[in-house]
């Protein structure tokens, strides 16, 4: 078969889609070694056994694809699929054969041009077999087969078999780690679509994807939106009954959830935190009374603390019942403090364009709590627990304990406090750990669903401590030491024991690692570190005049600089840079457009395990995500 020029271009495509940047490689040998200590703690995990939450082995995956790394990625892989094949399942063997397709795709590029075609059939046949081997019945295998024949040129025959693959995985949403793995389906649905010249149906699937058009230069797995107007939200909107008629809980109608507790009796209606703004209240409020017939009154507010994200909206439930009864700890008023100092920039970039600080301000409970206290609503128990958390001092967990459901808050926050604050407690999270763990709840339902998803029982968290605790340790010694905080980072601290802990806690340590380490720096460092960093005022237009002015570079070598750092999957080192000379050269379309490619790759990079920074890094490449749409089976669903 003859390779064509549009065959080179379509490859070039197929490894863009899939995570791969193909701009230039680096040329040199002799780029310094790069610490990626997410990439290697996911690394060690794998490398351990093979991890019984398949979601490890598929964000190692990601961040090989993510760093322009796909050969490697696909060596490690077949590596370990040969160390570990006599003890995997069929369907285990499968998970590793899908994940060397997704990186054996993006490396396409990179292959010979005399070897490509044998290449990409060679794929396909890895592919095929990894869905034998599953049964058909795997979401990420289905998800893999669907995506990534859909990009491969159609004189290959594989469109009918993309289209199924899809199709399935559109029916079987339910199967997917998470709401998210739905964009990626309902866009290469819609590039289908175009191919056979359905531009009806195209447009429709691009539109449930939330992408705004066919360019786009990653691959978005997260479930997070943004939308300037009405800020991030975690996941598309849900209502789900988590004790049928009794216990609801709204998710992505904005930043933060919504609970509510329909009383023993079925006079009163009972509300955890007030939400972030009064029309996101609103909407929630009014779609639960869609949903749940003849609601009662709203009389009671439980605050589980006083960050903007939970106080926001006290009005519009006030405007409910002017006999609402609102509780909160009775030192609401330190983290309202907290919340007024902190910078608007970032208040704006989570929570949107409409929201107002008065908004959060305003919030006056009627009822203040310094001690455990146990209520009575309408025959139903509710027990308050002042905790110090690790997020903020004013901390409150609602227990249901008849329902053994008990309403977390943000205990757990991964950041230990907003990272633009200065709050947060590694040792208050550790003690309200035990906490739960004595109180011993069924379900944990914390204020943000990625939360939840990952938090959602006491198991886990009374797993995880010691590893904290491990963790803490290390970090205050490494601090005593004089080490500077980017050195702790790159060190890929993994406590003993953690990688034969049976894949319950690997990920929940990831997601909270690099926010403990700068969290307890922070708090342990004066404003002269060890690095000398904070003993001068240098800033970007010094760096700048390093870089211009004295190494006399100019905008085409910073503009090849850049491409080359993008291409090697240094994106903070790019972005930083460009932080840095933007201003010498402010009519540089080139390096505006690499400005937004490390911002973009950044946002994928951290999309699954730190939405805070796809938030920040989002809103610095201009990308908005706009919020999926729920398929009407999965709007209500139920959780016992």
């Known amino acids: 078969m003859k390779i064509s020029a549009r065959w080179i271009v379509v490859l070039s495509l197929l490894g863009a889609s899939l995570g791969a940047v193909a701009t230039v490689k680096s040329g040199s040998a002799a780029v310094a070694a790069v610490h990626r200590p997410e990439l290697e703690y996911l690394e060690a995990v794998n490398r351990a056994s093979p991890p019984d939450d398949p979601q490890l082995l598929f964000l190692l995956m990601g961040q090989f694809a993510n760093a322009n790394l796909h050969g490697e990625g696909a060596e490690f892989f077949a590596a370990r699929l040969k160390e570990f094949e006599p003890r995997l399942t069929d369907q285990q063997k499968s998970l590793y054969l899908s994940a060397i397709v ?39 295998v289905r998800w893999i087969s669907g995506v990534v024949n859909a990009e491969i040129p159609g004189f290959f025959g594989r469109s009918e078999v993309a289209r199924a693959d899809l199709t399935w995985c559109l029916e079987n949403l339910a199967k997917a780690p998470h709401a998210g793995w739905r964009r990626e389906v309902d866009y290469h649905l819609a590039l289908l679509d175009r191919r056979d010249g359905k ?30 107007a009405s800020g991030h939200t975690f ?59 003849d609601l009662p009154e709203l009389t009671t507010v439980f605050i589980t603390h006083a960050h903007w994200d939970h106080v926001g909206g006290h009005e519009y439930f006030r405007s409910l019942n002017r006999n609402v009864k609102f509780y909160a700890r009775t030192n609401y008023g330190e983290e309202l ?31 203040t709590i310094d001690r455990e206290t146990a209520l009575t609503i309408g025959g139903t128990r509710f027990d308050l627990v002042p905790i110090a958390g690790g997020e903020t001092r004013d901390g409150l967990f609602i227990d249901l304990p008849e329902q053994r459901i008990l309403f977390a808050g943000d205990f757990i926050m991964p950041y230990l406090g907003a990272p633009f604050v200065e709050e947060g407690s590694l040792d208050g999270l550790l003690d309200a750990i035990d906490v739960a763990a004595k109180r ?120 090849k600089a850049v491409a080359r750092m993008v291409a090697d999957g240094r994106y903070e080192l790019a972005a930083s840079v460009l932080d840095w000379t933007r201003g010498r050269f402010p009519a540089s379309e080139a390096l505006a457009d690499a400005e937004r490619l490390a911002y973009s790759k950044l946002a994928e990079k951290y999309q699954e395990f730190n939405p805070f920074k796809f938030i920040i890094y989002s809103a610095k490449s201009g990308l908005e995500t706009p919020q999926m749409s729920a398929p009407p089976e999965t709007l209500v669903t139920s959780r016992r």
């Open 199 to 228: 531009t009806a149906e195209a447009e429709e699937h691009l539109r449930r994807s939330g992408f705004r058009s066919f360019d786009k230069p990653l691959t978005l797995t997260t479930s997070s939106a943004e939308d300037l």
């Open 440 to 559: 011993n709840p069924r379900i944990l339902l914390h204020g943000h669903e990625p939360l939840t998803r990952l938090f959602g029982d006491v198991d886990t968290l009374v797993r995880l401590r010691p590893h904290l605790a491990w963790l803490r340790d290390q970090v205050l010694a490494a601090i005593g030491r004089g080490e500077a905080r980017a050195t702790i980072q790159q060190a890929n601290l993994i406590p003993p024991g953690l990688l034969e802990s049976g894949g319950r806690v690997e990920l929940p340590y990831l997601v909270l690692r690099e926010n403990v380490i700068n969290r307890l720096y922070d708090q342990n460092v004066g404003y002269w570190q060890p690095d000398l960093q904070g003993m001068d005022s240098l800033g970007r237009d010094d760096r700048a005049s390093l870089l211009v002015d004295y190494l006399g570079v100019s905008e085409g070598q910073l503009a």
């Open 235 to 293: 996941a598309p909107k849900r209502i789900i009954d988590v004790v049928p008629g009794r216990v609801f809980a709204l998710t992505g109608f904005e930043f933060t959830e919504y609970y509510f507790v329909v009383s023993e009796d079925r006079r009163e209606l009972i509300a955890i935190d007030a939400g972030t703004r009064p029309d996101s209240a609103k909407a929630a409020y009014e779609a639960l009374r869609a949903h749940a017939k």
């Open 102 to 140: 997704v990186l054996r795709a993006g490396h396409a590029s990179q292959v010979p041009l005399w070897r490509r075609i044998g290449w990409v059939n060679e794929t396909i046949a890895i592919l095929d077999e990894a869905k034998r081997l599953s049964g058909g019945d795997i979401f990420v």
């Open 337 to 367: 403090a907290n919340d007024a100092a902190a910078p608007d920039l970032f208040a704006k970039r989570f929570f949107g364009e409409r929201f107002q600080m008065k908004d959060v301000s305003s919030f006056r409970p009627d009822v």
